[in-house]
Protein backbone atom coordinates (compact mmCIF):
# COMPACT_ATOMS: atom_id res chain seq x y z
CA UNK A 1 0.00 0.00 0.00
CA UNK A 2 1.75 3.00 -1.08
CA UNK A 3 0.51 6.71 0.25
CA UNK A 4 1.11 9.70 -1.89
CA UNK A 5 -0.05 12.25 0.29
CA UNK A 6 -1.76 12.57 3.63
CA UNK A 7 -3.29 15.93 5.30
CA UNK A 8 -5.85 16.62 7.77
CA UNK A 9 -8.75 16.27 4.91
CA UNK A 10 -7.47 14.18 2.63
CA UNK A 11 -5.49 10.72 1.82
CA UNK A 12 -4.13 9.95 -1.92
CA UNK A 13 -2.95 6.17 -2.56
CA UNK A 14 -1.79 4.21 -5.29
CA UNK A 15 -4.28 0.90 -6.19
CA UNK A 16 -2.69 -2.20 -6.64
CA UNK A 17 -4.24 -4.54 -9.17
CA UNK A 18 -6.53 -7.18 -7.97
CA UNK A 19 -7.48 -5.16 -4.68
CA UNK A 20 -11.62 -4.66 -4.38
CA UNK A 21 -11.72 -0.79 -3.56
CA UNK A 22 -14.86 -1.42 -1.52
CA UNK A 23 -16.35 -5.25 0.57
CA UNK A 24 -17.74 -7.45 -2.09
CA UNK A 25 -18.95 -10.91 -2.08
CA UNK A 26 -15.29 -12.23 -2.66
CA UNK A 27 -14.84 -11.22 0.84
CA UNK A 28 -11.05 -10.45 0.25
CA UNK A 29 -9.37 -7.88 2.32
CA UNK A 30 -10.39 -4.20 0.46
CA UNK A 31 -8.50 -1.06 0.24
CA UNK A 32 -10.74 0.90 2.11
CA UNK A 33 -10.88 -1.42 5.14
CA UNK A 34 -6.85 -1.56 5.01
CA UNK A 35 -6.82 2.47 4.68
CA UNK A 36 -9.41 2.48 7.67
CA UNK A 37 -7.14 -0.30 9.93
CA UNK A 38 -4.04 2.02 8.51
CA UNK A 39 -5.64 5.70 9.97
CA UNK A 40 -6.54 3.26 13.42
CA UNK A 41 -3.35 2.57 14.29
CA UNK A 42 -1.13 5.60 12.93
CA UNK A 43 -3.21 8.24 14.85
CA UNK A 44 -4.31 5.31 17.94
CA UNK A 45 -8.25 6.14 17.27
CA UNK A 46 -10.60 4.44 18.97
CA UNK A 47 -13.65 2.40 17.88
CA UNK A 48 -14.46 3.23 13.88
CA UNK A 49 -12.48 5.04 11.48
CA UNK A 50 -14.25 7.49 9.04
CA UNK A 51 -12.68 7.16 5.16
CA UNK A 52 -15.19 8.78 2.42
CA UNK A 53 -15.03 6.43 -0.55
CA UNK A 54 -15.68 8.92 -3.69
CA UNK A 55 -14.62 7.29 -6.42
CA UNK A 56 -13.66 4.26 -7.64
CA UNK A 57 -10.86 1.59 -9.59
CA UNK A 58 -11.94 -1.55 -11.00
CA UNK A 59 -10.77 -4.80 -9.17
CA UNK A 60 -8.04 -5.86 -11.66
CA UNK A 61 -7.23 -2.00 -12.25
CA UNK A 62 -4.14 -0.56 -10.56
CA UNK A 63 -3.95 3.56 -10.42
CA UNK A 64 -3.89 6.65 -8.48
CA UNK A 65 -7.24 7.29 -6.08
CA UNK A 66 -7.81 10.07 -3.33
CA UNK A 67 -10.64 9.29 -0.46
CA UNK A 68 -11.98 11.93 2.05
CA UNK A 69 -10.90 11.72 5.75
CA UNK A 70 -13.89 14.24 6.56
CA UNK A 71 -17.57 14.51 5.64
CA UNK A 72 -16.90 17.92 4.17
CA UNK A 73 -13.63 16.81 2.06
CA UNK A 74 -15.98 13.89 0.64
CA UNK A 75 -18.79 15.98 -0.48
CA UNK A 76 -16.81 18.71 -2.10
CA UNK A 77 -14.65 15.92 -3.81
CA UNK A 78 -18.24 14.07 -4.80
CA UNK A 79 -19.02 17.61 -6.45
CA UNK A 80 -15.91 18.27 -8.53
CA UNK A 81 -16.79 14.52 -9.89
CA UNK A 82 -20.27 15.60 -11.08
CA UNK A 83 -19.07 18.65 -11.90
CA UNK A 84 -15.83 17.03 -14.00
CA UNK A 85 -14.01 19.38 -12.13
CA UNK A 86 -11.79 16.14 -10.86
CA UNK A 87 -9.30 14.87 -13.79
CA UNK A 88 -8.31 11.23 -14.27
CA UNK A 89 -6.17 9.94 -17.00
CA UNK A 90 -5.25 6.20 -17.42
CA UNK A 91 -3.06 4.48 -19.89
CA UNK A 92 -3.60 2.06 -21.68
CA UNK A 93 -2.58 -1.24 -23.62
CA UNK A 94 -5.05 -2.02 -26.64
CA UNK A 95 -5.07 -4.12 -29.56
CA UNK A 96 -4.30 -3.12 -32.61
CA UNK A 97 -2.94 0.76 -34.07
CA UNK A 98 -5.91 3.28 -32.86
CA UNK A 99 -5.63 7.13 -34.87
CA UNK A 100 -3.14 9.53 -33.17
CA UNK A 101 -6.00 11.25 -32.04
CA UNK A 102 -9.66 10.72 -30.99
CA UNK A 103 -12.79 11.15 -29.01
CA UNK A 104 -15.36 7.95 -28.10
CA UNK A 105 -18.74 8.83 -27.74
CA UNK A 106 -21.12 6.24 -26.83
CA UNK A 107 -24.36 5.63 -24.98
CA UNK A 108 -23.64 2.94 -22.26
CA UNK A 109 -25.82 1.04 -20.30
CA UNK A 110 -24.91 -1.26 -17.35
CA UNK A 111 -26.23 -4.58 -16.36
CA UNK A 112 -26.70 -4.93 -12.64
CA UNK A 113 -27.23 -8.62 -12.37
CA UNK A 114 -23.49 -9.72 -14.52
CA UNK A 115 -21.83 -6.55 -13.79
CA UNK A 116 -21.67 -6.35 -17.38
CA UNK A 117 -21.82 -2.68 -19.42
CA UNK A 118 -22.25 -2.65 -23.62
CA UNK A 119 -23.70 0.02 -25.69
CA UNK A 120 -27.08 0.86 -26.00
CA UNK A 121 -29.21 3.77 -26.96
CA UNK A 122 -30.78 3.87 -23.81
CA UNK A 123 -27.41 4.15 -22.22
CA UNK A 124 -26.30 7.13 -20.57
CA UNK A 125 -23.79 9.25 -22.83
CA UNK A 126 -20.20 8.48 -22.12
CA UNK A 127 -17.13 10.05 -23.71
CA UNK A 128 -13.38 9.56 -23.39
CA UNK A 129 -10.66 11.48 -25.35
CA UNK A 130 -7.48 9.79 -26.38
CA UNK A 131 -3.88 9.56 -27.65
CA UNK A 132 -1.66 7.28 -29.02
CA UNK A 133 1.76 7.30 -26.82
CA UNK A 134 3.27 4.57 -29.31
CA UNK A 135 2.27 1.45 -31.77
CA UNK A 136 4.14 -1.61 -31.81
CA UNK A 137 3.97 -3.47 -34.84
CA UNK A 138 5.56 -6.55 -33.84
CA UNK A 139 2.62 -7.55 -31.01
CA UNK A 140 0.24 -5.27 -32.87
CA UNK A 141 -0.43 -3.72 -29.33
CA UNK A 142 -0.68 0.17 -29.18
CA UNK A 143 -0.04 2.24 -25.91
CA UNK A 144 -2.97 4.76 -25.24
CA UNK A 145 -3.28 8.07 -22.98
CA UNK A 146 -7.18 8.25 -21.66
CA UNK A 147 -8.62 11.28 -20.38
CA UNK A 148 -11.79 10.34 -19.14
CA UNK A 149 -14.84 13.02 -19.42
CA UNK A 150 -17.49 10.97 -17.79
CA UNK A 151 -17.03 7.82 -15.11
CA UNK A 152 -19.57 4.92 -16.32
CA UNK A 153 -18.95 1.20 -14.97
CA UNK A 154 -15.74 -0.66 -17.57
CA UNK A 155 -16.02 2.66 -19.56
CA UNK A 156 -13.03 2.55 -21.08
CA UNK A 157 -12.87 -1.07 -21.59
CA UNK A 158 -16.34 -1.08 -23.22
CA UNK A 159 -15.64 1.76 -24.97
CA UNK A 160 -12.33 0.32 -26.57
CA UNK A 161 -14.01 -3.41 -27.05
CA UNK A 162 -16.51 -1.99 -29.04
CA UNK A 163 -14.23 -0.60 -31.97
CA UNK A 164 -12.19 -4.04 -31.58
CA UNK A 165 -9.49 -2.27 -29.60
CA UNK A 166 -9.60 -5.10 -27.29
CA UNK A 167 -7.68 -3.91 -23.70
CA UNK A 168 -4.35 -6.36 -23.02
CA UNK A 169 -5.78 -8.99 -20.50
CA UNK A 170 -9.44 -7.78 -20.22
CA UNK A 171 -11.24 -11.35 -18.96
CA UNK A 172 -14.59 -9.79 -19.41
CA UNK A 173 -14.75 -8.17 -22.90
CA UNK A 174 -12.12 -8.96 -24.50
CA UNK A 175 -12.51 -12.33 -26.64
CA UNK A 176 -8.57 -13.54 -27.29
CA UNK A 177 -7.22 -12.99 -23.98
CA UNK A 178 -5.66 -15.95 -22.24
CA UNK A 179 -5.35 -17.11 -18.31
CA UNK A 180 -3.80 -15.50 -16.17
CA UNK A 181 -3.24 -12.34 -18.26
CA UNK A 182 -3.78 -9.37 -16.02
CA UNK A 183 -5.28 -6.27 -17.36
CA UNK A 184 -3.05 -3.26 -19.29
CA UNK A 185 -4.86 -0.32 -17.57
CA UNK A 186 -3.52 1.93 -14.81
CA UNK A 187 -4.87 4.91 -13.44
CA UNK A 188 -1.87 7.32 -13.72
CA UNK A 189 -2.92 10.45 -12.73
CA UNK A 190 -5.25 12.28 -10.69
CA UNK A 191 -5.99 16.27 -10.54
CA UNK A 192 -8.50 18.25 -8.31
CA UNK A 193 -9.06 20.99 -6.18
CA UNK A 194 -7.86 20.50 -2.69
CA UNK A 195 -11.36 20.36 -0.53
CA UNK A 196 -9.99 22.72 1.97
CA UNK A 197 -7.47 25.33 0.92
CA UNK A 198 -8.88 25.16 -2.86
CA UNK A 199 -5.48 24.78 -4.42
CA UNK A 200 -5.31 22.24 -7.30
CA UNK A 201 -3.28 19.85 -6.89
CA UNK A 202 -1.78 16.65 -9.20
CA UNK A 203 -0.91 13.12 -8.09
CA UNK A 204 1.26 10.96 -11.26
CA UNK A 205 2.43 7.50 -11.32
CA UNK A 206 4.58 5.82 -13.49
CA UNK A 207 3.41 2.78 -15.51
CA UNK A 208 3.88 -0.95 -14.50
CA UNK A 209 7.24 -1.90 -15.07
CA UNK A 210 5.99 -5.24 -16.37
CA UNK A 211 4.62 -7.30 -19.76
CA UNK A 212 2.96 -5.73 -21.70
CA UNK A 213 3.88 -2.20 -20.45
CA UNK A 214 7.28 -2.79 -20.73
CA UNK A 215 7.70 -3.26 -24.37
CA UNK A 216 7.14 0.59 -25.37
CA UNK A 217 10.21 1.44 -23.28
CA UNK A 218 12.48 3.03 -25.52
Known sequence: ??????????????????????????????????????????????????????????????GVMVFAKTSKAASRLSEQIRTNKLEKQYHAVVLGKVDDNGKYEDKLLKDSKDNTTKVDKNGKLSILEYQLIKYDEKTNYSLVKINLKTGRSHQIRVQFASRKHYLYGDQRYNPFVKEKQQIALCATKLSFFHPISKEKVTFEIPLPNIYPWNIFKS
Request: aromatic share 6%; glycine share 4%; charged share 25%.
Open 1 to 62: MKILYEDNHLLVVVKEINIPVCADDSHDLDLLNMLKQYLKEKYHKPGNVYLGLVHRLDRPVS
